[in-house]
């Protein structure tokens, strides 16, 4: 199982400073954990996540479940040998997945019917099943099956998906049969304040050792998915971690770690690396732009990536504009190099109880 202990609260907002642990170690929160949908975030080994300091990794059950399988990865010991990190992983149940992939899903009591997105096969996960499938794969933290609702549901659409998603988690308890690993429950509710206050009751009630937020950034305003993480945060038991999911940039992390929110993750890094987007202090910069061309300089100077230590800007966009594999991996170092920093100093600036630094944040994705 799991210890979940706040060290320090902020004087300046309600961000906290915690320590998560696990049996395959600490996690200082709060945390970012990079995306590793397919047993490896993209583009890097574990010797690179350790040496940037991940502390904790995630792993997608239904990109996992269709392939290669679950029962293969617990026979070859579990995703933790099979990824070669023998440090933390969470793993997502895949509602999100069957869901956003899957535009023929239907939906019952029992669970979802789903095609492929690979081969158009048949499926069909259920509560029950999502914890099966993540047993099998032996993350430390799991997550309750849910659904979760489109950003544009009304209210009587909204309210019915959160009374299945707590019926869901109920289930998702039930099944559970590993004392090793934490399930963690889903508070839904969409873009409604009195409904997401419902469903965390709902959540808390079935008594997790954690809780996530579900359902935001799903294409709503950013300030609609602050107001919603505003309120739904403290509703959470303030001695257990709280995981905002999917979400986001630099400024997302840092606005909703002054909400008390501990635990995120999302793609953003690696993909907007793949595309030649690499965040930097103070703003991005888009490496495809004919003014890097023949710059000579870091991607940033005070960086202590692998990247910025040893190429230049010139380098790295000639190797991008030529469709060089080594482009997408120098350039996801940095940017998952720099999210980690990002946390860091989100952290330190808690331990010291000094104010975040807002005009820097609100300049992170103005270039």
């Known amino acids: ?45 574990p010797d690179d996540l350790r040496g940037f300091g991940a502390q904790i990794i995630l792993g997608n059950t239904y990109h996992l479940y269709l392939r290669p399988g679950h029962e293969l990865i617990r026979s070859l010991g579990g995703l933790h ?49 999502s914890i ?38 109920k289930r998702c308890k039930d099944a559970l049969q590993s004392e090793d690993q934490a399930l963690f429950g889903i508070v839904q509710g969409g873009m409604f304040p009195e409904l997401r206050q419902q469903s965390a009751r709902q959540i808390m009630d079935i008594d997790f050792p954690g809780y996530a937020i579900g359902g935001l950034s799903v294409g709503e305003e950013k300030s609609l998915m602050y107001d919603i993480t505003g309120h739904t945060a403290p509703l959470l038991p303030a001695n257990k971690p709280r995981y905002l999911m999917g979400v986001g940039t630099p400024e997302d992390l840092l606005q909703c770690s002054s909400m008390g929110v501990d ?27 004919a003014q890097y061309k023949s710059d000579s300089g870091p991607i940033e100077a005070d960086c202590p990536c692998y990247t910025c230590k040893n190429f230049s800007r010139a380098y790295l966009r000639h190797l991008l504009m030529a469709g060089e594999i080594l ?12 999210y980690q920093q990002w946390m860091a100093s989100l952290r330190k600036a808690i331990a010291e109880d000094v104010p975040f630094n807002l005009d820097w944040s609100d300049q992170i994705l103005s270039g």
């Open 1 to 45: 199982m799991i210890h979940f202990e706040v060290i320090k609260k902020h004087s300046h907002s309600s961000a906290r400073l915690g320590l998560l642990t696990t049996a395959r170690g600490k996690i200082e929160t709060p945390c970012f954990m990079p995306v590793g949908t397919q047993a490896t975030v993209k583009a890097l080994t």
């Open 263 to 289: 635990m995120f993750d999302c793609v953003m890094p690696t993909r907007n690396a793949r595309n030649g987007s690499l965040f930097v202090k103070g703003g991005r910069i888009n490496l495809r732009n």
């Open 327 to 338: 482009a997408m991996r120098l350039l996801t170092l940095h940017n998952s190099t720099f």
């Open 132 to 169: 099966e499938i993540q047993e099998a794969l032996g993350a430390d933290i799991i997550m309750a099956f849910d659904e979760p609702t489109p950003h544009t549901a009304d209210l009587g659409q909204t309210e019915k998906s959160l009374l299945l998603t707590t019926r869901w988690a």
């Open 81 to 129: 040998k099979f990824m070669n990190w023998p440090h933390p992983i969470l793993t997502d149940s895949g509602g999100f997945q069957v869901f956003s992939l899957n535009e023929l899903a239907k939906v019952s009591e029992e669970g979802v019917a789903f095609q492929s997105h690979l081969d158009g096969s048949s499926h069909f996960i259920s509560p029950e099943r």
